[in-house]
């Protein structure tokens, strides 16, 4: 494991609470991103996003260093968590003239607009991603997580009641 601190904000801990994810599983996230550089990170912030599938749904946490501008880094404070339950199937496309501030770490190059073909209960629909061109490791930013994804989630549930 590396050997860094995360910080995890009374706010952040209080909101993963109520949606039954520990502070600790997000920890875990977060040491695994660094030891593995399976990460994007944000060149203009510094934010770094982390992603992790497990048995029923996809945790994302954004985390920042505690100390910018300090070399090496020893503590990262998490910034967001969010997730969705949609399974990632299979990269269907991407806009390589469409680039964002986000890099990916493994490879040290810039994210493109992705097209992800996602699967929940049965249904596959599409979604818009950030993807490294050269890997092809997709994230779905938080504002498709928790608009778009978890109203399509929600209207999945509701028709299979």
């Known amino acids: 494991m590396?050997?860094?601190?995360?910080?995890?904000?009374?706010?952040?801990?209080n909101a993963l609470a109520q949606k039954g994810i520990s502070a600790d599983m997000c920890k875990k996230l977060v040491?695994?991103?660094?030891?593995?550089?399976?990460?994007?990170?944000?060149k203009v912030t510094g934010e770094n996003l982390?992603?992790?599938?497990?048995?029923?749904?996809?945790?994302?946490?954004?985390?920042?260093?505690?100390?910018?501008?300090?070399?090496?880094v020893t503590a990262y404070v998490i910034k967001k968590v969010y997730s969705?339950?949609?399974?990632?199937?299979?990269?269907?496309?991407t806009v390589p003239e469409e680039v964002k501030d986000w890099w990916c770490a493994k490879d040290d190059?810039?994210?493109?607009?992705?097209?992800?073909?996602?699967?929940?209960?049965?249904?596959?629909?599409?979604?818009?991603t950030l993807t490294c061109?050269?890997?092809?490791e997709s994230y779905i930013e938080e504002d498709i997580a928790a608009k778009p994804v978890a109203v399509?989630?929600?209207?999945f549930e509701k028709k299979r009641a």
Request: net charge positive; with cysteine.
């Open 84 to 93: 969705h339950k949609m399974r990632m199937k299979n990269l269907v496309y």
């Open 109 to 128: 190059v810039q994210t493109v607009r992705g097209q992800f073909d996602l699967e929940y209960m049965g249904i596959v629909r599409m979604a818009p």
């Open 2 to 13: 590396v050997m860094i601190d995360v910080l995890v904000p009374k706010e952040i801990e």
């Open 133 to 136: 061109p050269k890997c092809q």
């Open 152 to 155: 399509a989630e929600m209207l």
């Open 50 to 72: 982390a992603k992790k599938i497990m048995d029923n749904i996809t945790l994302y946490v954004m985390y920042a260093p505690a100390a910018p501008g300090t070399h090496p």
């Open 31 to 42: 040491y695994e991103a660094e030891e593995k550089k399976a990460k994007l990170i944000n």
